[in-house]
């Protein structure tokens, strides 16, 4: 046998030494039977605790192999996907594991925010109801509650949403987000100042997150406020973004930034950045090449606005780029 082997069985009776005992002590006295859906969250909650989501699947097909009937998969393979952000596979586990346990308020949730980031609002703004009518302390459940309701466009839904969670919650975490989310309410609803109040806010209770600078850069872009927008955007790249697509929204918006500056190198910096983190952004081939133009590099502005109307579809833009294309030949001729 070899050491690989060794380890993988000393693991297996590890997790299912574990699982009996959990299902041992849970025995209820009066002698009714445990629901399935019980054992989904102490299975689920082993793996978490005790080896990887990989591990945690062999556990759980051995003991679905050892336990007639049993249909632990469920509620653990939901999270998996979560996990894994394979959002729609995760909402359909997540319907097996309800239709076993419809009160369980964790798979309720968990469903409620998949269907939210696969763009399922309406179903989400469901589901999270459900849940914070049954436990109205969920206070992760206003965020993602409220998010949905901004999405879908029910601006003032989700101000009620964000509100309440920030009535009822005294976590710092928790309300920056809650303060960051119903800022940006704000902002669509055109209150810049109430935005920029709630923005201060979420800087207050958490100074190290970046979204809430992000904001506050954009809500200066729009007001022409662009030296602290660049500003504003600089510190939430230096603290961090959570994904490639935050932090090209933020280069993206600080390059424009820098353009009405008149700083066109360091636009141009920002959008090649931007591009290596989200390529298929057709429109920040304009920017740069109008960047370039600006600069009197025509060369590189005909390959990147050649480049942006091979792809393009913004109606006000293609016409713009051809205009400068033109315009970048004259003078190429005229040298």
Same mark, same amino acid.
Request: proline share 3%; glycine share 8%; net charge negative.
């Given at each position: 046998?070899?050491?690989?082997?060794?380890?993988?069985?000393?693991?297996?009776?590890?997790? /299912?030494?574990?699982?009996?005992?959990?299902?041992?002590?849970?025995?209820?006295?009066?002698?009714?039977?445990?629901?399935?859906?019980?054992?989904?969250?102490?299975?689920?909650?082993?793996?978490?605790?005790?080896?990887?989501?990989?591990?945690?699947?062999?556990?759980? =097909? *051995?003991?679905? !192999?050892?336990?007639?009937?049993?249909?632990?998969?469920?509620?653990?393979?939901?999270?998996?996907?979560?996990?894994?952000g394979r959002w729609i596979e995760a909402v359909s586990s997540y319907d097996r594991a309800l239709a076993l346990d419809p009160g369980n308020l964790d798979y309720?949730?968990?469903?409620?925010?998949?269907?939210?980031?696969?763009? @399922?609002?309406?179903?989400? /703004?469901?589901?999270?109801?459900? /849940?914070?009518?049954?436990?109205?302390?969920?206070?992760? =459940?206003? /965020?993602?509650?409220?998010?949905?309701?901004?999405?879908?466009?029910?601006?003032?839904?989700?101000?009620?949403?964000?509100?309440?969670?920030?009535?009822?919650?005294?976590?710092?975490?928790?309300?920056? =987000?809650?303060?960051?989310? @119903?800022?940006?309410? *704000?902002?669509?609803?055109?209150?810049?100042? !109430?935005?920029?109040?709630?923005?201060?806010?979420?800087?207050?209770?958490?100074?190290?997150?970046?979204?809430?600078?992000?904001?506050?850069?954009?809500?200066?872009?729009?007001?022409? @406020?662009?030296?602290?927008?660049?500003?504003?955007?600089?510190?939430?790249?230096?603290?961090?973004?959570?994904?490639?697509?935050?932090?090209?929204?933020? $280069?993206?918006?600080?390059? $424009?930034?820098?353009?009405?500056?008149?700083?066109?190198?360091?636009?141009v910096v920002d959008i090649t950045e931007l591009l290596r983190h989200s390529p298929g952004r057709v429109n920040a081939y304009y920017y740069r090449g109008l960047s370039y133009f600006c600069q009197g590099d025509d060369e590189h502005c005909?390959?990147?606005?050649?480049?942006?109307?091979? *792809?393009?579809?913004?109606?006000?833009?293609?016409?713009?780029?051809?205009?400068?294309?033109?315009?970048?030949?004259?003078? @190429?001729?005229?040298?």
């Amino acid at each position: 046998m070899s050491r690989t082997e060794c380890v993988g069985i000393k693991g297996l009776f590890g997790y /299912v030494g574990q699982a009996v005992l959990i299902l041992a002590l849970s025995l209820p006295a009066s002698g009714d039977a445990i629901h399935p859906a019980s054992f989904y969250s102490w299975l689920h909650t082993l793996a978490a605790n005790n080896g990887s989501p990989d591990s945690g699947r062999w556990l759980e =097909d *051995y003991l679905s !192999s050892i336990i007639p009937g049993a249909v632990v998969q469920f509620g653990y393979d939901a999270l998996y996907l979560q996990e894994a952000g394979r959002w729609i596979e995760a909402v359909s586990s997540y319907d097996r594991a309800l239709a076993l346990d419809p009160g369980n308020l964790d798979y309720l949730s968990g469903r409620g925010f998949c269907n939210f980031r696969a763009g @399922r609002y309406e179903s989400a /703004v469901d589901d999270l109801t459900r /849940v914070l009518a049954m436990d109205s302390l969920r206070i992760g =459940d206003y /965020v993602t509650l409220g998010r949905a309701q901004s999405e879908n466009g029910n601006l003032n839904e989700a101000y009620y949403w964000f509100t309440a969670g920030i009535e009822m919650s005294n976590d710092a975490d928790e309300l920056s =987000d809650l303060y960051f989310y @119903r800022a940006r309410c *704000y902002r669509l609803a055109g209150d810049y100042a !109430s935005a920029h109040s709630d923005l201060d806010q979420a800087i207050d209770w958490d100074p190290t997150a970046a979204l809430p600078h992000s904001g506050k850069g954009e809500l200066y872009y729009l007001t022409m @406020r662009d030296e602290e927008a660049v500003e504003s955007f600089s510190k939430a790249i230096e603290l961090g973004l959570e994904d490639d697509e935050s932090l090209a929204d933020v $280069l993206f918006h600080r390059a $424009l930034s820098y353009m009405e500056l008149r700083e066109y190198d360091q636009a141009v910096v920002d959008i090649t950045e931007l591009l290596r983190h989200s390529p298929g952004r057709v429109n920040a081939y304009y920017y740069r090449g109008l960047s370039y133009f600006c600069q009197g590099d025509d060369e590189h502005c005909t390959d990147d606005l050649e480049h942006f109307l091979q *792809y393009a579809t913004d109606p006000q833009l293609i016409p713009e780029a051809r205009s400068i294309l033109g315009e970048a030949e004259a003078f @190429r001729q005229q040298r």
